[in-house]
């Protein structure tokens, strides 16, 4: 398949915008498709502490291989003969790292850090999506279970 250069980047642009949609979610109200139907640990407590965080983005190397392909792509068209070739490959370097910085950009997310103190005395913090309300005095349900948990609302 030959497709002209701008259809190319288009194409891989699309394809790297509905990669980046996958990412995981760290939302209290959101379930991954693995944890539906299975036992979790339910406590109560009361939330102490609210404190705003950033969930840094992730890199799964489609960013940087995305804009690997579109830097080389964009840098064959410098110079002639060998200088194509170099310029292929600074591109393809250069654009690597900034589609991985716009991966990274594309998939970070506003956190909370909620410190909930348990009726059984112990004191957690979880950090999950700011997509939700907590304050100070917040009588709130902590569910754990598979390496996870979450902070809901009681």
């Known amino acids: 398949m030959n497709l002209?250069?701008?259809?190319?980047?288009?194409?891989?642009?699309?394809?790297?915008?509905?990669?980046?949609?996958?990412?995981s979610s760290k939302s209290g109200n959101v379930y991954s498709a693995g944890s539906a139907r299975t036992a979790q640990t339910v406590e109560f407590g009361v939330v102490q502490?609210?404190?705003?965080?950033?969930i840094e983005g992730s890199n799964s190397g489609v960013g940087a291989a995305g804009g690997a392909v579109i830097g080389g792509i964009a840098g064959s068209h410098v110079?002639?003969?060998s200088g194509?070739?170099?310029?292929?490959v600074v591109g393809g370097i250069?654009?690597?790292?900034?589609?991985?910085?716009?991966?990274?950009?594309?998939?970070?997310?506003?956190?909370?850090e909620i410190t909930?103190?348990?009726?059984?005395?112990?004191?957690?913090?979880?950090?999950?999506?700011a997509d939700?309300?907590?304050?100070?005095?917040?009588?709130?349900?902590?569910?754990?279970?598979?390496?996870?948990?979450?902070?809901t609302p009681r």
């Not at 642009?13 to 996958?22: D, E, I, V, W």
């Not at 194509?84 to 292929?88: L, R």
């Not at 250069?94 to 909370?112: I, P, Y």
Request: aromatic share 2%; glycine share 16%; with cysteine.
């Open 4 to 23: 002209p250069a701008p259809r190319l980047l288009l194409a891989l642009l699309l394809s790297s915008g509905l990669l980046f949609g996958c990412a």
């Open 84 to 88: 194509q070739t170099v310029g292929a």
């Open 116 to 129: 909930v103190k348990l009726d059984s005395g112990r004191m957690i913090a979880i950090v999950q999506e």
């Open 49 to 54: 502490n609210v404190r705003q965080v950033i």
């Open 94 to 112: 250069l654009g690597g790292l900034a589609g991985s910085a716009a991966e990274r950009a594309a998939t970070k997310r506003d956190g909370l």
């Open 132 to 151: 939700q309300a907590f304050r100070i005095g917040d009588k709130v349900q902590v569910l754990s279970g598979g390496g996870e948990a979450r902070v």
């Open 79 to 81: 110079g002639k003969g």
